[in-house]
């Protein structure tokens, strides 16, 4: 027969299959997550924390395109014309059992739950770091520095 302990471990593993780590953006007018990069921690390699791409990447190809359409007279949504530091953005983490979500002083209540929902943290241990790097107009020096540091 299963412990309490052991049933407990079981489900939290069930679910943790199910969560995903990532990055996103926070979009203030829409009051929604958007620009959402994420896999399930069933996929992360050994010594993989999260998701192995960065804002500066990602966003950069979506300005491009963003700028594309307006040279086009196409209509895009003005926020991708933006610096990607200048609009709210966050990364989730997974290590030890925990998910880490990294995020600035911008982020409310609201906002935390629209995140475990998103990335299926609802039977999840969360914890929120704010971090200057994750604040409006802020960014990491390099590369190196988001993908190698120690939580």
Known sequence: MMSREEAIIEMTQ????KSEVGLFWYHPIAEELFEVHSIPISLLEKGQLTFPILHK????KLRYSARNK???GLICD???LSDYTQVPRGRVFFKDNTFYVFVGGWITDAI???IINRFNLQKCKVIFEIDIHWEIGRGWSSEKDILNFDL
């Not at 990447?57 to 950069?60: E, L, M, P």
């Open 14 to 17: 069930y679910f943790n299959i």
């Open 57 to 60: 990447t990602i966003w950069t």
């Open 70 to 72: 307006v040279k086009k």
């Open 78 to 80: 003005p926020i991708y």
């Open 112 to 114: 935390k739950k629209l």
